[in-house]
């Protein structure tokens, strides 16, 4: 889906194991190679992990997850998201309202670099 077009707050965040993307790889290597065979290529190229996504600029933080995966401790999961939440509150709050708008709207209008596939 639209993920990328509703990332839009003061901060954006990812879950460690997690893609942010506005198409599969499989439906990318469909459109590219007119197979799902490369689905994996695709996956590469698209640079679609959080930690691709930190790399580029996309997402302000990555939030860890448990050995195993989010699903494996959900308790633990949700206590990492809930610090990344409050962490994240706790800063905006004590920014000047047109400094943080100011700052959005720098980092909205930075994003666009493009590769070659």
Request: hydrophobic fraction near 40%.
């Amino acid at each position: 889906g639209g993920a990328l077009g509703i990332g839009m707050g003061d901060k954006v965040f990812m879950m460690e194991n997690t893609w942010y993307s506005v198409i599969s790889p499989e439906n990318c290597s469909t459109i590219l190679w007119r197979s799902w065979d490369h689905k994996e290529e695709a996956a590469e190229k698209m640079k679609l992990t959080s930690s691709d996504m930190k790399k580029l600029g996309l997402i302000d933080g990555v939030i860890k997850e448990p050995v195993g995966g989010a699903h494996s401790n959900p308790e633990i999961a949700y206590k990492n998201v809930k610090k990344a939440i409050l962490d994240s509150l706790n800063q905006l709050r004590d920014m000047d309202q047109q400094k943080r708008v100011a700052a959005r709207i720098k980092k909205f209008a930075s994003m666009g670099h493009t590769e070659e596939a």
